[in-house]
């Protein structure tokens, strides 16, 4: 890394490097991208909170910043396709945390939350998760949430805000990961042919997570260089692989109560995951949907499903009903 930092490169010069000439990636027939070296990779103690990540960010944020964004050459093609395998990276690193704290078979929700109190540290829960909540033919309530590291940064230069985000089943606490379903083929590639897989798995490569070379708002500030730079780097992409298209046309994502649709996200903040985990699942489509026009009606921003449960006495009621065994 210190090599990298003191090479007088360019910012495109040092991509090129670490992609091309590093990490040798290709882009497949089916439009993935495939790393070829037998040499270098990320190496696994690479952790969230490693200097690498918002170092890289501005490498990119620096080397495309015109509203083309990665769509302008090759070379940003492919830094677009890489984000999957940082997500990988993350991803493993909180799966093989370890911590007195834990248990040993401790969810993928409990250890990103206990790695985030080891390191003293602040997740934002803002941030819509309406992409990672596909649905087919009826949609019915959110069952995914999503965590984005870190809750707010105001630095002008190697911001590390709301770069690296997981997605998470809000029941059971595991990552909804298309690198959950991906095989790898007798070469030791992976195995990009949208085919192999059923639609169920596809719904995870729909749902996934996706690194963020910009910063996206979420309801927080965004400084200097780094204004515009989600929609020009994250949201305005050059085109995804043959798998990621096939599975975003069939799992279409459901549009925002406050834009003439019927989603709202459910957490906001920790204590709405205990709050709707608590809801029987025979009852949930029904009070999702009241929630929904709650926050139609009252023109309210959405503080998540305990802040209406609070607020709303019939609520109050259905759990005085649940908890007498009437429902």
Request: aromatic content about 14%; some cysteine; glycine content about 4%.
């Amino acid at each position: 890394m210190r090599s990298l930092i003191n090479s007088g490169l360019t910012a495109r010069d040092q991509l090129d490097l670490i992609l091309n000439h590093h990490l040798n990636a290709e882009i497949d027939e089916n439009r993935f991208l495939q790393l070829l070296s037998k040499k270098y990779q990320l190496a696994p103690q690479l952790a969230p909170i490693s200097y690498f990540y918002p170092y890289f960010r501005d490498l990119v944020v620096d080397a495309y910043d015109s509203p083309e964004g990665l769509s302008t050459d090759l070379l940003g093609r492919k830094i677009h396709l890489f984000r999957s395998y940082l997500d990988r990276q993350n991803i493993a690193y909180i799966r093989n945390y370890h911590s007195p704290r834990l248990d040993s078979n401790a969810n993928d929700l409990q250890r990103l939350l206990c790695y985030l109190h080891d390191n003293h540290l602040r997740a934002d829960f803002n941030t819509g998760a309406n992409f990672h909540n596909r649905y087919h033919q009826s949609f019915t309530y959110p069952h995914n949430m999503k965590i984005q590291l870190f809750r707010n940064s105001i630095r002008y230069k190697k911001n590390p805000a709301r770069m690296i985000e997981f997605i998470i089943d809000i029941d059971s606490g595991s990552f909804v990961s298309q690198w959950n379903i991906y095989r790898q083929t007798a070469t030791g590639l992976i195995d990009t042919n949208p085919d192999h897989y059923s639609l169920n798995q596809l719904q995870q490569v729909a749902n996934t997570e996706s690194f963020n070379y910009g910063i996206p708002y979420g309801g927080r500030l965004v400084v200097g260089k780094y204004r515009h730079t989600h929609q020009y780097l994250d949201v305005n992409q050059p085109l995804n692989s043959k798998v990621r298209r096939v599975a975003k046309d069939y799992w279409r994502f459901p549009h925002d109560y406050d834009h003439n649709g019927n989603y709202a996200d459910l957490i906001k903040r920790p204590q709405d995951i205990i709050a709707w985990r608590k809801v029987p699942k025979n009852q949930r489509y029904s009070i999702y949907m009241n929630y929904v026009e709650y926050l139609k009606e009252q023109r309210l921003k959405n503080k998540g499903i305990n802040s209406y449960f609070s607020a709303t006495p019939k609520y109050h009621q259905f759990c005085a009903h649940w908890k007498a065994g009437l429902l």
